[in-house]
């Protein structure tokens, strides 16, 4: 039985970080025996004490956030022994087509490539958002601030709109990595 799960994220303005929050709150609702925990990869100490690991990095420039490969590295030998699942947050996402998903994955799987002794479970691909207030967003430096903001102005313009995610599609996934995990347990 999967008992305990670290959903560890990497993020850059906090579209990411909400993912992971809402993918933790949904595991719970479906396995509430399991006892789940969000945590940004730069500050996860010991992964040893998880029987699961949900890894989560949004993805720019075709790179995901270098702490996601960081922690990866850190934690191989202990993955390698646990199921994983993967989930990426990229404004490729924002029309879920089979190019965007093949693009997407590759840019993904260049991390994953690294580590074959770790086989993800699942791999989500999701749509992110903009966002411009909170707490990680309030952590950039001010160069990547104006630089979301000015991203801000520029998708309100074209779409009218800043958020992009599909939250019924991230929930799904989070059931059916839930259930993977039971299954491999």
Not at 63 to 68: C, F, K, M
Not at 98 to 121: M, N
Request: hydrophobic share 40%; charged share 25%; net charge negative.
């Amino acid at each position: 039985m999967i008992n305990k799960i670290l959903v560890a994220y990497a993020t850059w303005a906090g579209a990411t970080h909400e993912i992971a929050d809402e993918i933790a709150k949904e595991i719970r609702f479906i396995t509430p025996s399991a006892s789940v925990d969000v945590v940004p990869t730069k500050e996860v100490e010991n992964i040893g004490d998880y029987d699961a690991v949900i890894l989560g990095s949004s993805i720019h420039a075709s790179q995901p956030i270098r702490t996601l490969n960081q922690f990866i590295k850190k934690n191989r030998s202990l993955l390698e022994n646990m199921p994983v699942a993967v989930f990426v947050v990229c404004a490729n996402m924002w029309e879920d087509t089979p190019k965007a998903r093949t693009e997407t994955s590759q840019w993904i799987q260049k991390v994953l490539d690294k580590y074959p002794e770790i086989q993800p479970v699942s791999l989500g691909l999701f749509a992110g958002a903009v966002i411009t207030d909170g707490e990680d967003f309030n952590n950039l430096n001010i160069v990547f601030r104006k630089t979301i903001e000015s991203m801000r102005k520029n998708l309100i313009k074209q779409y009218g709109k800043t958020d992009f995610r599909d939250w019924d599609a991230i929930r799904t996934w989070a059931d059916e990595v839930a259930e993977s995990f039971n299954q491999k347990a």
